[in-house]
């Protein structure tokens, strides 16, 4: 699947679940996760004023504690990037696989 056939049917199915809140997809090239967020957060936190930033992240929660550390290197990443960054809130959502 390409990447322009991945965002229609991400976008397909944002409007069919009828969530009302704007989706903006940023692209990312080999599929880096950390500088393309970090740069996206950046942008939004410089159009406002004393603003606070809320960043969701999911977490796979597995059966194993191997399959923990293997799933969710990304979020941790992340999380640890944006836990110096001030008017950040990082909000963790565990999202449960069996």
Do not use: C
Request: overall charge negative.
């Amino acid at each position: 699947m390409s990447d322009e056939e991945e965002q229609e049917r991400i976008e397909e199915a944002w409007t069919a679940n009828g969530i009302d809140v704007p989706l903006e997809i940023v692209h990312s090239p080999y599929r880096e996760l950390t500088r393309p967020i970090l740069r996206y957060i950046d942008e939004l936190d410089s159009r406002y004023q004393n603003d606070i930033v809320t960043v969701v992240v999911p977490e796979f929660v597995v059966g194993s504690w191997w399959g923990q550390l293997l799933h969710n290197q990304s979020a941790l990443f992340l999380k640890g990037r944006l836990l110096f960054r001030k008017g950040t809130v990082v909000t963790s959502v565990p999202y449960h696989l069996e």
